[in-house]
């Protein structure tokens, strides 16, 4: 049995219904853990949150507070140390797994604006042996600015883990997925393909519009990496040269698996109770963490 933990903020609304309606397919539960902030200490949108829990009954949100300290029970991070931004993402991963039941196998850790092929998905877990392997990370097509501009290299992102061979501090790793995968003790399975030999993932981070754009960049766990704004302006003097001015991946196009940029972003409030929104902070995920390990 699947469990799919799913990271999500509001300003990848865009992609949150085409996410989960693949990740349905083939998993048995899904759980979205959400932060009350934003990554560089703002508050979350409150109107999108509540379109969010209400278009979805079916899902688990968990919503998860903005604090100064690791959520870890062993981790002395804090605000303020250098990986402390990019910590925020692993954390969200770690809230997210406190939650999936105990009878599920295998949890597949993605983020929203990673759309499975569901179907393929499914085939793949039906017919390879999955099994044979402790944690696997899987190839996906890359997108920016349109989802009609497909990247000529194939990414890694998507990270299937064996439940019982998951410690659950090893998400709360800087290098995140990538860093929990080659962490863990056990057989690995690195970049899987479909049945077919083509990516089972499509990434839709950066199919946005300017403005998108410039909100993702100063409120996500990465705003410092780069000269993000500035890249941004570079990248928008012109149209599409079918090479990106942040990474210089070069570009095909294609025929969109789904268009993002269709979505309409709501704008109406709605306020109503949510039996399928769960608020947590740090002492009570680490009452749950000490509970689950008498």
């Known amino acids: 049995m699947i469990a799919t933990v799913i990271n999500y903020c509001t300003n990848d609304y865009r992609f949150l219904d085409l996410c989960l309606a693949e990740v349905r397919k083939f998993s048995r539960e899904i759980i979205v853990p959400v932060c ?3 990554f560089d200490g703002k508050l979350e949108n409150r109107l999108l949150l509540e379109h969010s829990y209400a278009a979805h009954p079916d899902v688990r ?3 998860f507070a903005f604090g100064e300290e690791s959520y870890g029970l062993y981790s002395g991070l804090k605000e303020g140390d250098p990986d402390w931004i990019h910590y925020w993402h692993s954390t969200a991963r770690y809230v997210g797994y406190q939650f999936v ?6 949890v597949l850790f993605l983020d929203i604006d990673e759309v499975a092929d569901g179907e393929k ?3 793949w877990l039906n017919e390879f042996p999955y099994r044979n392997f402790d944690a696997v990370r899987f190839t996906n097509y890359f997108y920016f600015r349109e989802a009609r501009f497909q990247a000529t290299k194939i990414m890694r992102n998507g990270l299937l883990v064996k439940k019982e061979k998951l410690e659950p501090e090893l998400l709360l790793d800087v290098n995140e997925r990538k860093g929990t995968f080659y962490n863990l003790a ?3 399975l690195e970049g899987a393909p479909a049945l077919d030999g083509t990516p089972l993932f499509h990434h839709y ?6 403005a998108e754009m410039q909100k993702k960049v100063v409120s996500w766990g990465h705003h410092l990496d780069k000269d993000w704004p500035t890249l941004i302006e570079e990248e928008f003097k012109e149209p599409f040269q079918f090479k990106d001015k942040f990474w210089g991946f070069e570009y095909t196009e294609v025929v969109p698996y789904v268009d993002p940029l269709e979505v309409q972003i709501p704008t109406t409030q709605i306020i109503n109770p949510y039996p399928n929104v769960t608020k947590v902070n740090k002492k009570l995920l680490q009452r749950m963490r000490i509970e689950a390990e008498l």
Do not use: C, L, N, Q
């Open 36 to 38: 009350d902030h934003f």
């Open 121 to 123: 998905m499914k085939a």
């Open 61 to 63: 949100f968990v919503e």
């Open 186 to 188: 056990g057989e690995r």
């Open 101 to 106: 039941s105990p009878a599920i196998e295998y």
């Open 205 to 210: 981070s950066w199919v946005k519009t300017k």
